[in-house]
Structure formats: structure tokens, C-alpha cells
């Protein structure tokens, strides 16, 4: 029998990250965050009991939208409004982080999940085409999990990888 135990937490006080891709996860656990806004595809306002947070989700990278010093990428909308589709205003998510709870922009890095059906966003992302894997040390969790699904991805020819040829390409394509 596996017990899974999900402790609420603050965003400085989460831990390590579980596994619940492999730990057999199912939805219905404690939500620790409400969805305020989507910045972009990889990028969400959350709203915590301690406070708002702006939210990096790890392990992946969508192309640039709304970065001033970088033209729109290719797919980059497209993977903005998956985001924003999957988690909009409201929505109950859970936040995990990994070793590292922020980013050099003061952003906090984490892992989320939908709480009325247990969708790993992060993942979901890599596997629909919307993303590329991005992995910073020490946050790697789920990195080859990630691999795995952007492989499958790039193989389908899905998203960014049938439209764009690949990520990190201009949107004038």
C-alpha cells in the first residue's frame, strides 16, 4: 500500500520536490496556492497565504513573449495561452520547489500541479510541444522525466517542434 503525504507549506518553507509522477499521485490533495495571472508560458502569478508570488516553473522554457530585450519567438504565444487555458484565474494548484526557491530575479522556482485533476503542468507542457527542457543545477528533479517527454514531442512533430522546427526561433517564420 502507498501512503502519500502532502504537507501545505509556505513558498520558503516548501521542500524537495516528491516524485508523484511515480509515486502513483491522484488528485485531491491540499492545494498550498490560488492562480492569479499568467505572465507567460513558463511564468504564473500565484497567490499563497503568506503573500503574491511571480512563479518560474522548472525544468522547461517556452519561447520569449514578453522578455523586452529578446523579439516574440515562434510558438510563444501559442504556449502562453496553453498556460493560461490550464491554469486560469482561480485555479488551485499545488507548488512544490526543488534544492533552489528562487531564481537571480527573485522569482520562485517550483513545480505545479492542478489540483482538480492532478495535472503536472511543468510536464504537460514538454509533452503537448509548448516547451523545451531547461535544466539549472541544482533543480533537477525531474529531469529525465522531462527528457523523456520533450523526445516524444520532438519525434511527433508536435508544437513548437512541427510548427517552428524547433525552439528559439523568431516568430517571423
Known amino acids: 500500500m502507498l501512503v ?5 507549506c509556505t513558498p520558503e518553507s516548501a521542500q524537495t520536490s516528491p516524485d508523484f509522477a ?3 499521485f491522484r488528485p485531491g ?15 504564473v502569478r500565484l497567490r499563497f497565504a503568506s503573500g503574491d508570488e511571480v512563479v518560474r516553473l522548472l525544468g522547461v522554457d517556452t519561447p520569449e513573449t514578453v ?3 529578446r523579439a516574440a519567438q515562434c510558438y510563444g504565444a501559442e504556449a502562453s495561452a496553453f498556460v493560461a487555458e490550464l491554469l486560469p484565474p482561480g485555479t ?9 526557491a528562487r531564481d537571480k530575479f527573485g522569482r520562485l522556482l517550483g513545480y505545479i500541479y492542478r489540483a482538480a485533476d492532478g495535472t503536472f503542468v511543468n ?19 525531474f529531469r529525465s522525466q522531462f ?18 522546427d524547433g525552439p528559439d526561433q523568431p516568430l517571423d517564420r
Do not use: H, M
Request: with cysteine; proline share 4%; net charge negative.
Open 4 to 8: 502519500l503525504v502532502l504537507v501545505s
Open 22 to 24: 511515480s509515486a502513483g
Open 29 to 43: 490533495f491540499a492545494p498550498n496556492a490560488e492562480v492569479i495571472a499568467t505572465v507567460d508560458g513558463d511564468t
Open 67 to 69: 522578455d523586452p530585450n
Open 92 to 100: 488551485q494548484v499545488l507548488v512544490t520547489r526543488d534544492l533552489q
Open 123 to 141: 510536464i504537460e507542457l514538454l509533452r503537448q510541444g509548448y516547451a523545451d527542457t531547461l535544466s539549472i543545477e541544482p533543480n533537477t528533479t
Open 147 to 164: 527528457a523523456q517527454a520533450k523526445r516524444q514531442a520532438a519525434a511527433t512533430r508536435s508544437g513548437l517542434w512541427g510548427i517552428c
